[in-house]
């Protein structure tokens, strides 16, 4: 989920050859490159399993933190140089890298396995992990996003949380619950498109603003985006949580582990990582709301294969392996229930098993997913996909600048107003390049 820095170039140069391993003695050794987070590791786990039933197979994987892989993965893949047989990307570099002919088409393979179940993939996650009707990547875990609150903090304060709640009660309960020792919220503060922008971004639709109207002209000097980050930016000063210019996603979920904070507006898989109290005493609601209805974003973790592999049968072997409805069953029984990576498999939601461990959310989870619609992410057209992101190669470096201003504002070292003008100036540059 969530820490995207790095603009995709073209790499000069070469990038370090090699495939990953040899394939002497029959043995076929492919290489993943994979985020660093708890179903990664949980994967890592398991590769063994894996091995005992393809002992032909060798399974290398490079776990690596997300701004690393993500710039070691782009040049890997934008050079053509092999390095990798698989890798972790997202619902953001999909369509971009299958235009760009830099990872491979999945549908023929998927066809050739008639187990695998793509139909049973949640159609919101299958739909922005395809480019004209293909699938070039499986998804590992999904996500939208809703807001986690701890029922006996709110309710100590008479305050009940609809499950529906609009950013104005949202602040209200936050301002309500503040105090020395619990903030009332936690929201991401921390620079980076895939960080504070995320959540943002999802503010600013529901308030009705857009990056760009349909014939790309920029939108950011407009009342909705200023009411949206003025909003934001209040909520985090009058009840959030100290220091939030540099609180990401591992910040709020830590701060909320540990009682600090009262809510928390972030990824649904946050959930699936909480402890002690607070997985004891959470409530979790959709994503809040002002003018635009259902205000989720849309996200998942995915395999792709790189064109230049040249093993790829065999890392479709193991991609298969990974990401099918037998690899679920295992998670849970062997790693525990708790621990089978949400949002990506309809079936997982009809498991007994699944449910006992996950009830409180799975739903929140997955009608947020079916409701996050990648196409009309705003209340007026846009000529772009993308929810917390605006899916062409140059939103990398734009989300980034945008949100340096928005950090600048919540440091107090400008104006939302004069954050708003540097970010018009440049989005209007990005806009001009699509025509």
């Known amino acids: 989920m969530s820490i995207f820095a790095v603009l995709i170039a073209l790499v000069a140069g070469a990038c370090s050859g090699g495939a990953g391993g040899g394939t002497g003695g029959g043995t076929t050794t492919i290489t993943l490159a994979a985020v660093d987070n708890p179903s990664m590791a949980d994967l890592k786990k398991l590769v063994p399993d894996?091995?005992?039933?393809?002992?032909?197979?060798?399974?290398?994987?490079?776990?690596?933190?997300?701004?690393?892989?993500?710039?070691?993965?782009?040049?890997?893949?934008?050079?053509?140089?092999?390095?990798?047989?698989?890798?972790?990307?997202?619902?953001?570099?999909?369509?971009?890298?299958?235009?760009?002919?830099?990872?491979?088409?999945?549908?023929?393979?998927?066809?050739?396995?008639?187990s695998y179940a793509p139909d049973d993939l949640i159609p919101g996650i299958r739909g922005a992990l395809s480019y004209n009707g293909n699938l070039f990547a499986v998804p590992f875990y999904g996500e939208s996003s809703m807001l986690m609150y701890r029922k006996d903090m709110l309710a100590a304060k008479g305050i009940t949380m609809p499950d529906h709640p609009t950013w104005d009660q949202v602040a209200a309960a936050a301002k309500a619950v503040n105090s020395r020792s619990v903030n009332g919220i936690c929201l991401r503060g921390l620079p980076g498109w895939g960080e504070q922008l995320a959540p943002l971004d999802t503010v600013v639709n529901t308030y009705g603003g857009r990056w760009f109207d349909p014939q790309w002209n920029a939108q950011l000097n407009t009342p909705q985006w200023h009411d949206a980050v003025s909003f934001y930016i209040n909520l985090l000063k009058t009840a959030g949580e100290p220091g939030a210019g540099n609180a990401g996603f591992t910040e709020c979920l830590n701060a909320y582990n540990s009682g600090k904070v009262a809510m928390w507006y972030d990824a649904t898989v946050a959930a699936s990582f909480f402890t002690g109290d607070a997985a004891k005493n959470s409530g979790y609601a959709y994503a809040p709301i002002k003018v635009k209805d259902w205000s989720g974003w849309l996200w998942a973790w995915s395999l792709g294969m790189p064109s230049s592999s040249k093993k790829k049968d065999a890392a479709w072997t193991f991609a298969d392996w990974a990401t099918n409805k037998a690899y679920i069953q295992l998670v849970g029984t062997k790693l525990g229930w708790q621990h089978v990576s949400p949002g990506?498999?309809?079936?997982?939601?009809?498991?007994?098993?699944?449910?006992?461990?996950?009830?409180?959310?799975?739903?929140?989870?997955?009608?947020?997913?079916?409701?996050?619609?990648?196409?009309?992410?705003?209340v007026d057209p846009v000529p772009y996909i993308g929810v917390q992101y605006v899916d062409i190669d140059e939103f990398q470096q734009l989300g980034d600048k945008v949100s340096q201003e928005f950090a600048k504002v919540i440091a107090g070292g400008q104006t939302v107003d004069q954050a708003l003008a540097k970010a018009q100036a440049l989005a209007t540059d990005v806009g001009k390049a699509q025509h």
């Open 50 to 114: 894996f091995q005992a039933t393809h002992p032909n197979i060798q399974v290398k994987i490079v776990t690596l933190p997300e701004d690393v892989l993500r710039q070691q993965v782009t040049q890997d893949v934008a050079a053509g140089s092999g390095r990798y047989d698989l890798f972790t990307i997202g619902t953001y570099e999909v369509p971009l890298w299958a235009k760009k002919g830099w990872i491979e088409n999945l549908s023929p393979f998927i066809a050739k396995d008639p």
């Open 344 to 378: 990506t498999r309809t079936s997982t939601y009809d498991l007994p098993e699944y449910k006992a461990a996950a009830g409180a959310f799975a739903d929140v989870t997955l009608q947020s997913i079916a409701h996050a619609d990648v196409t009309h992410p705003t």
